[in-house]
C-alpha cells in the first residue's frame, strides 16, 4: 500500500510563490506514476500535473507556464512549485500516486483521477488579493 503526506500549504498574496511536497512510502517510488490534484470548495477534483516514471510531465493549461512538477526518487519526494499565484488557484491540493504504469505526453492534460489508486489527506493553499 502506498501512503502519501503532502506538506508545504500555506497562505499567500497574488504573485506569490509556494513549494508543495509530497512524501510517499510502501513501494518503489520510481515506479510510480505520480500527480497533484486539487480542489476547491463546491467544485470537481481537478487534475493539474503529472509526471510518468520517465518524468515526462503533463499540465493543465490553468497552470501551464507557473507551475512545475518534479520528483526526486533517491528521497521519494514528489514536488509542485507553484509561481505568480492567484487567487483562482485556492483550493486543497492532493498529491496521488499509481502503479499500474503510464506514459504521460507534454502535449496532453494530466489524467483523471480515476487514474490513481493512492491519494494523501491534502495541504491547503489560500491565494489572497
Known amino acids: 500500500r502506498v501512503q502519501l503526506v503532502e506538506s508545504g500549504g500555506g497562505s499567500v498574496q497574488t504573485g506569490g510563490s509556494l513549494r508543495l511536497s509530497c512524501a510517499a512510502d510502501?513501494?518503489?517510488?520510481?515506479?510510480?506514476?505520480m500527480g497533484w490534484f486539487r480542489q476547491a470548495p463546491g467544485k470537481k477534483r481537478e487534475a493539474i500535473a503529472a509526471?510518468?516514471?520517465?518524468?515526462?510531465?503533463s499540465y493543465d493549461s490553468s497552470v501551464k507556464g507557473r507551475f512545475i512538477i518534479s520528483r526526486d526518487n533517491d528521497k521519494n519526494m514528489l514536488y509542485l512549485q507553484m509561481n505568480s499565484l492567484k487567487p483562482e488557484d485556492t483550493a486543497m491540493y492532493y498529491c496521488?500516486?499509481?502503479?499500474?504504469?503510464?506514459?504521460?505526453?507534454?502535449?496532453?492534460?494530466?489524467?483523471?483521477?480515476?487514474?490513481?489508486?493512492?491519494w494523501g489527506r491534502g495541504t491547503q493553499v489560500t491565494v489572497s488579493s
Open positions: 496521488a500516486a499509481d502503479q499500474r504504469g503510464c506514459d504521460y505526453s507534454e502535449s496532453l492534460p494530466p489524467p483523471p483521477a480515476a487514474d490513481f489508486a493512492y
Open positions: 510502501g513501494y518503489r517510488f520510481s515506479d510510480l506514476c
Open positions: 509526471i510518468d516514471v520517465g518524468q515526462t510531465t
